[in-house]
């Protein structure tokens, strides 16, 4: 088994390793109807020919005999720190448990510590048992939880997060005013990908109880919207996230 990058070659087979192992991880839960549409969205060849083309992007691929077994996918952003964000760990069902995921994401690893990120995140949905079980065998921490919304029902998804050089904890909520002049919380560990910079989760108390919105990364402004399906747009300077995506992990 061989672990390199991927290529434009590779987009065929990485739809396919999508489309099964999507399916084995959340076929209990979700009807195949919205998981074909997921890995259409998600996975259609510009959007992933783009990410291929984009330095701030990691994507590999396992390879056994010519064939693709699994995938991982990682973007590094500039927040208040720099972050390595799992968007991506896919492995195909039948390969499973062969150590197929360890090794894929010990070279994701490795190339977001070459890009200086200090903090590596990965998301679960909860539903999603052997995915949450394998970060924490990877000595990722569970750190927070939110709700999301997919195909009209609620879904719990947790937060991971490691630090792979430094073994320290990091106070990572921040006080902030609204143009009202209520108080906030904005969770700098918990944020979305956006073209121009993060949307950071805001809440009404420290607690993280009572959600307020988004604060986008790029302007630090409060004035954002969403759509139902999960698009998130800054109105004071056009930052903006495709649509949402479920978890970094299906394995």
């Given at each position: 088994?061989d672990i390199?990058?991927?290529?434009?070659?590779?987009?065929?087979?990485?739809r396919?390793?999508?489309?099964?192992?999507?399916?084995?991880?959340?076929g209990?839960?979700l009807?195949?109807?919205?998981?074909?549409?997921?890995?259409e969205?998600?996975?259609?060849?510009?959007?992933?020919?783009?990410?291929l083309?984009?330095p701030?992007?990691?994507f590999?691929?396992?390879?056994?005999?010519?064939r693709?077994v699994?995938?991982?996918?990682?973007?590094?952003?500039e927040?208040?720190?720099?972050?390595?964000?799992?968007?991506?760990?896919?492995?195909?069902?039948?390969?499973?448990?062969?150590?197929?995921?360890?090794?894929?994401?010990?070279a994701?690893?490795?190339?977001?510590?070459?890009?200086?990120?200090s903090?590596?995140?990965?998301?679960?949905?909860e539903?999603?048992?052997?995915?949450?079980?394998?970060y924490?065998r990877?000595?990722?921490?569970?750190?927070?939880?939110r709700?999301?919304?997919?195909?009209?029902?609620?879904?719990v998804e947790?937060?991971?997060?490691?630090?792979?050089?430094?073994?320290?904890r990091?106070?990572?909520?921040?006080?902030?005013?609204?143009?009202?002049?209520?108080q906030?919380?904005?969770?700098?560990?918990?944020?979305v990908?956006?073209?121009?910079?993060?949307?950071?989760?805001?809440?009404?108390?420290?607690?993280?109880?009572?959600?307020y919105?988004y604060?986008c990364?790029?302007c630090?402004?409060?004035g954002?919207?969403?759509?139902?399906?999960g698009?998130?747009?800054?109105?004071?300077?056009?930052?903006?996230?495709?649509?949402?995506?479920?978890?970094a992990s299906?394995?």
């Open positions: 088994m390199r990058e991927a290529t434009a070659a590779d987009i065929d087979g990485i396919t390793v999508a489309h099964d192992s999507l399916a084995a991880s959340y209990h839960a009807e195949d109807d919205i998981i074909a549409q997921a890995v969205r998600w996975y259609d060849e510009g959007t992933l020919t783009d990410d083309d984009d701030s992007t990691e590999l691929v396992a390879v056994d005999e010519d693709i699994g995938f991982a996918q990682s973007y590094v952003v927040r208040r720190e720099t972050v390595g964000e799992i968007d991506w760990l896919h492995v195909e069902p039948p390969s499973r448990g062969s150590g197929i995921g360890d090794g894929l994401l010990a994701l690893e490795r190339r977001l510590l070459d890009h200086g990120v903090r590596i995140e990965g998301r679960v949905l539903a999603n048992e052997s995915g949450a079980g394998f924490e990877e000595n990722f921490e569970a750190i927070g939880e709700t999301v919304e997919i195909g009209g029902e609620p879904f947790k937060l991971y997060s490691k630090f792979p050089e430094a073994g320290g990091q106070v990572l909520t921040e006080a902030a005013t609204l143009p009202d002049g209520r906030v919380y904005v969770a700098l560990d918990e944020s990908r956006g073209a121009d910079g993060p949307f950071y989760a805001v809440y009404l108390d420290r607690d993280r109880t009572e959600r919105g604060l990364g790029n630090d402004g409060f954002i919207s969403m759509d139902t399906m698009r998130v747009v800054c109105e004071d300077c056009e930052n903006r996230r495709k649509p949402t995506r479920w978890d299906y394995l």
